[in-house]
């Protein structure tokens, strides 16, 4: 059987989203799964975007449970879990670098609360204008409660005003989501300049616990 009817007969066999069940984002990327490792509720779903450039797959290390077919970038593929277990899976082009578990807890088994990090941003600094420093917030699984956190911009080589615009305030999650994003502005200009850096801290979060609380925006001059 192809990769491709695979597919197709696995979704055709997926139950629907049940009432109240969370859709946690996972993001494939050409360096692997983010996040790798989730754990989910029976009755919710994963729903994998290939980010990537590259060609990826979500394919079960068991045969037949799962397996999502060829996927180009930014294809998604849903699958809904209905029985308590570890669902290991990989990528069937380059199974020996991306590899990823879903964790499926028993009805009954309260979540453990979610953890929380930020990713860094690497970007060119440009001629004029402004560009988009865009940091990734992401909760390791969906919780069934708002989670909250506060940011803040801070200096590192780079300055505020003259390097980047300054920020500050609150991202939400609601119920069932697992990313938000956060874009800072980077002053772009003709000054020959070394590499500069800035960071964006997170803090006071309420529903999760901050695993990597610092992204760190690395600002690569290209006059």
Partial sequence: MSIRTAAAVVCALAAPATAGAATVDVDIQDSGYQPASITIAVNDTVRWTNRGTLTHTVTSDT??????????????????FLTPGTYPYHCFYHSLTMKGTVTVLAPGTPLPPPELRIGDRRLRE??????????????????????EVQFRTANGTARRRSDYRA??????????????????????DLRDERRETFWLLLHNSTGATLIDPRGRGVIVDDD
Avoid: C, I, Y
């Fill in 126 to 147: 440009g001629d004029g204008g402004f560009r988009r420093a865009v940091f990734v917030l992401r909760l390791s699984q969906a919780s069934s409660t708002a989670v």
């Fill in 167 to 188: 920020r500050s305030g609150r991202v939400t999650f609601a119920p069932g989501e697992t990313v938000k994003r956060v874009v800072v502005r980077v002053v772009a």
């Fill in 63 to 80: 045969a037949g449970q799962f397996n999502s077919g060829d996927m180009a970038s930014m294809a998604q593929f849903p699958q809904t």
